[in-house]
DNA sequence: ATGAAAGCGCTAACAT
DNA sequence: ATGTTAGCGCTTTCAT
């Protein structure tokens, strides 16, 4: 199939190793012959292989994202950003997808291991020591997760969270609903504890407990809502916020004219649904930037140290879920 | 760093060949032997090299899939069904997003081929003599555009619009308004085509010109609907119904009330909007793994000869949006 | 400034 | 059944 570099080696008169060097580092090589060589190449249409490079530099060029579940609305943007910002530094990237499944995440995360220079776990659902455990074999960069001292992109939650709560209650709520997600997770962690926090002494929030993080998990949540009497909602996601507001106008309640709801990540929908949803926004395609840029720092052995983690403001877009507190 | 197979072979007491056959082809080699090895391996921690083994055998067991926009909610279902189908076989995958543009599609294509055994292209925007001479320098597999004879996995767009059209006839429409996509989406032509035969002689169809894919584009749409007095619409996809609906909703217009709309494709959203949208349901993870299982065929050199397209099954996804014909 | 030689980790002939 | 040799395509000493 393709030239290889001896090809164009002999194409140029030169030896392999000049042609390797007029390709590379073209100012160690007589101007001349770099012009000979490149024109050899081309004609040639000469595309070094990155496998073989690989082998010898111990560098891929390849970086691994490991997501719970692309199907979750979430996470495309993700990919996107991480895919985008790897493209501008000459990386490319494998993408894995778990099902949520913690062992095929372990699995996953070890066969891809020796085909990438750092693996960008998002989400992970690994326990810490797990974690700790994988990275001792391979660059590790967490998303929205911190374990031990990893190197980690966050999303400001607490910060999020104070912003859903202050507008909550410049509206005038006074009683807030908290529907969270699975207890495992970090973001949801995360994120009632910020609420709590943002809370205190200002207005009085209901935990409703915990609930599947999709679309039914937030119908399910909808009607324990309404018999909570609360007057807003926090859904841990924006996924289970569209639940609610689809069964809040199932059961002939306004939104927000009886009661407010406010979701979190911003994804797409969010704002397609109508009335379209108050949410507090994670900048996903920032994350897999900042995902990227921390795995190349780390690669980088002139790089100063370890940068452990990266923090990015959250968000609150106001739209059409949130109103004045009526009854 | 990981150890290699000299290490094991060092620790087992035989030479690297063996060591090689006893984890690969066990059966050529004494049980005995094969268990020291296996010991020495374990012991070790010994993950065979895959870029070592791909330079040698010309196999990465890595395949690239290629799509122009992962924020596009069609894209990730396919993601997921390839991924998910190459890590049973044993694959891994590449994810490069366009961003729509054909050029980057074009590069990124050449950039992967050297380190994929097959590419996947979903729903190029490529030309066809480019594609064709891409599939020159790799093994080609085409999601949802067919160009010369190069393997295709394609969506039944005919049958699906003909299911649209039987079910908007049977609740009494008789003109039936077309929302278009892109010009240039080889999609689009088929279900213009599509639906066009589907409607020829039984109901009267209004085509209202190209929209953009998007939201905004069925936003966008809207009023021209309304101004044309059909009574029930098809757009090119869900995203576009979806702003339809939406634009409808605002302007007063009750659907399935006053007017029924029908998308396409399924994604997610279109079952959690209000009311639900009817939408011709592409298979999408199916696609991805019918992609890969093209692209294992066409690798397989014991394999019956190429098996140039595969065709999946479209169905009509009868929900909220459609309703008999009122005025 | 360039060439020759070695070798990355592995597998596949070719011996034995 | 196992070891030896060669080499995949490239980069990198080390010579010259």
Redesign the interface.
Known sequence: ??ATIRDVARAAGVSPSTVSRALAMSELVNPATVERVRRAAESLGY?P????R??ITGR?R?LGLIVP???N?F???V??GM??RA?EADY??????T?EDPGLESR?A??????VDALVLCSPRLADDELLALAA?VTLVLLHRRAGDLPAVLADNAGGMRQAVGHLSALGHRRIGLVAGPVSSWSNSERVAGLRAACAGRVELTELGNFAPT?DGGVAAADIVLASEVTAVIAYND?MA??LV?MF??RGVGVPGRISVVGCDDI??A????PPLTTVAVPKEQTGRAGVDLALALLDPAGPGPAPARELGAQLLVRGTTGPAGR
Chains 1, 2 share one sequence.
């Not at 704002?271 to 109508?274: F, H, N, Q, V």
């Open positions: 199939m393709g595309q292989n990155p496998v073989a690989g082998l891929t390849n579940d692309l199907a609305p996470f495309p943007g990919v996107k895919q985008a493209r490319a990237v494998f993408v894995a997808d099902d996953l070890r066969k891809l291991a020796k085909q074999d679309f996924v569209l639940g689809n106008t199932a797409p929908q704002a397609m649904s109508s």
